[in-house]
């Protein structure tokens, strides 16, 4: 009797944790739920002062910014569920779809970072044109992942960890909605500690780490650092760049 249930736990632990176990199934998949969840969570904190009803009117664009981006979050949502569900086809099929949102993503990106900037500085009197740095660097960092996700399609492995990341990526705007990691610069940690679940994942599952979180992450975080002292250190030449972007 003992030795059987000790041959049980063994089991119960391949099947959470093994290779096609519960946590290498549906990892990627929680993880799209956590993303939408992060993003709800996140932006709850501003969407009706800052879009539904603001004190003072918003550029209409935003609205398509907002739509664009929470449309990703949807779509990789669904991508998942269907690489989940094995239709593989159907997933590469809206995959292409995928391409044009992002690539529309980036472009809203850059665009409503300026307008934004600008809108601050006239209309709320609350300048910071050193900021640029954060959205800026966001949209490149998506832009990259998502490039290499689609040079990599026809390799599952490479494809699912780049696409995790740069969804990622896009994180800080939910997590800056909260006022404490804003003021203290805790956005990226927070973004980087749910990339790192994806690190846990292999470790448990493969018993080692991809070779894309071994040089994305460590190449993120160094940047990261460099983005935050654009911002904060608000160096001559970068505002000197970024007067010249918003003039």
């Known amino acids: 009797m003992a030795s059987a249930a000790q041959g049980a736990i063994p089991r119960a632990f391949q099947s959470l944790s093994g290779r096609n176990g519960l946590l290498d199934r549906y990892f990627y998949f929680a993880m799209s739920l956590l993303v939408a969840g992060i993003v709800v969570w996140g932006f709850s904190h501003s969407v009706n002062a800052n879009l539904f009803h603001p004190a003072v009117p918003r550029p209409f664009l935003l609205w398509f910014h907002a739509a664009a981006f929470s449309g990703w979050v949807a779509f990789y949502m669904f991508q998942s569920a269907l690489v989940r569900t094995r239709n593989v086809k159907w997933h590469r099929f809206f995959g292409w779809f995928g391409v044009g949102l992002a690539s529309v993503m980036v472009v809203l990106g850059f665009t409503i970072a300026v307008i934004m900037n600008r809108f601050e500085a006239v209309v709320l009197h609350e300048p910071d044109p050193a900021f640029l740095a954060i959205p800026f660097s966001d ?31 896009l994180l800080d705007a939910p997590f800056a909605r909260i006022s404490y990691i804003f003021n203290n610069n805790l956005f990226y940690p927070c973004i980087d500690a749910v990339m790192l679940l994806g690190v846990v994942r292999d470790l448990v599952v493969n018993r080692r780490i991809h070779k894309v979180y071994l040089i994305a992450l460590p190449v993120l975080m160094v940047l990261q650092i460099g983005v935050l002292y654009l911002w904060r250190g608000t160096p001559g030449w970068w505002l000197r760049m970024t007067q010249a972007i918003l003039s």
């Open 139 to 169: 949209m490149v960092f998506f832009a990259v992942l998502v490039a290499l996700a689609i040079y990599w399609r026809r390799k599952p492995e490479l494809h699912r960890r780049l696409l995790f990341i740069a969804t990622c990526a």
